[in-house]
Structures are given as C-alpha cells and as structure tokens.
T-cell receptor, first 114, second 111 residues
C-alpha cells in the first residue's frame, strides 16, 4: 500500500540555520504531496503542497519540490526562526483511493534555538 | 467562519465508559474524517465520510462508531473505552481542492 517515510527527529537547529527534512513516498499512480505543520497544542495546518511531478510548493519561506524520479518531497528553508519550532508532517493523497484520505509520515519535531 | 471545531478539548474516562467526541465545520465541506495521533505513529485515519448519510472505515476503526446526519457534524463515539484509546483525536474536513482543515484536537485519557 501507499506509505510515507520521513526523517526521524528531533531536529535541533540554531536560528538562521538551513533546514532540510527528508520525505520519501511509495505510491501507485500520481499522488499529490503535502507538508503539514503542527505548532504546540494546536491542530495541523497545511504548509505547502504539490500536485504533479516537478511542481514546487512554497509558503512562509519553506519549499519542497515533487521529485517523481526519486519519489521524494524534501522540505527546505534557508534560514529558520525560533517561531518555526513545530512538528512537520509529510503526507500524500492518492486519487486512486477514497477522496481526501491522507497518508501521513510519523512527523519530525523541529526545535530552533535562539 | 469558525472552521473546524471540536469538543471537548480534554477528557478523562474510566475503562468501559462511553462518550462522544463532537466535531463540526461551517465551511460546507462534504468530506470529513477522524484521525488519532499517537507518539511516533503520525496520524492514522479512524473513519471518514464523503457526505451526509455516508461513512466508511479507515485504517484503525475498531472500537469507534461514527454517523453523519448533517453536512456540518461528524461525531465520533467510543462505546466502551479502553486504555489503548488514549490518544489525541483530530477531526478534519476537506475542500474541493482536497486541502484538509483540522480542528484543534481532543486529548483523551482512558484509565
């Protein structure tokens, strides 16, 4: 079945450091890919998405490119801030299944120190 | 718009007790779903609904029931709570773009 694998955390960085969180997926067909962010004590929020190969999703300085050849959707940010401390989830949605059933990775906790 | 709302925020139950977690959305979304979040497990789908009167099972449906009598509401019922159901529960609804909007969650502890 479809699955998402993302790097295990926690990840601890200093402010202004470069961030990469790796995400790879297994899916039949052509899934859409998402990054969600969960701030402490809150629900998940969509951070960015890409719906087809070579698409780049971007938001709030974060970017991720849909790489079909490597089945990857790595999250990057050039300069992290303390306010980026959160748990990040990679997810896929495969239209071969039921509408809207996201499959999530296990999440990566990011802590940014001043 | 309030978005997706969930009540209660916190709940403690004893083994064998029953309760209903409430979820409502005011975005007129057809699709709604329930997830549970456990440490190191990510989010796992419990049940989902593609419209009023239609529900289906997700990855981990055992011990939970749902119904969808209106577009707005999608309650999750625990008929006989077990310690294994201690978790954080999230309700979500989906727009036509398939972006899922999540509620703030209910933290449930079963003793």
């Amino acid at each position: 079945g479809d699955s998402v694998t993302q790097m295990e955390g926690p990840v601890t960085l200093s402010e202004e450091a470069f961030l990469t969180i790796n995400c790879t997926y297994t899916a039949t067909g052509y899934p859409s890919l998402f990054w969600y962010v969960q701030y402490p004590g809150e629900g998940l929020q969509l951070l960015l998405k890409a719906t087809k190969a070579d698409d780049k999703g971007s938001n709030k300085g974060f970017e991720a490119t849909y790489r079909k050849e490597t089945t990857s959707f790595h999250l990057e940010k050039g300069s992290v801030q303390v306010s980026d401390s959160a748990v990040y989830f990679c997810a896929l949605l495969n239209y071969g299944g039921s509408q809207g059933n996201l499959i999530f990775g296990k999440g990566t906790k990011l802590s940014v120190k001043p | 718009n309030a978005g997706v709302t969930q009540t209660p925020k916190f709940q403690v139950l004893k083994t064998g007790q029953s309760m209903t977690l409430q979820c409502a959305q005011d975005m007129n979304h057809e699709y709604m779903s329930w997830y549970r979040q456990d440490p190191g497990m990510g989010l796992r789908l419990i049940h989902y609904s593609v419209g009023a009167g239609i529900t289906d099972q997700g990855e981990v449906p055992n011990g939970y029931n749902v119904s969808r009598s209106t577009t707005e509401d999608f309650p999750l019922r625990l008929l006989s709570a077990a310690p294994s159901q201690t978790s954080v529960y999230f309700c979500a609804s989906s727009s036509t773009t398939n972006e899922q909007f999540f509620g703030p969650g209910t933290r449930l502890t079963v003793l």
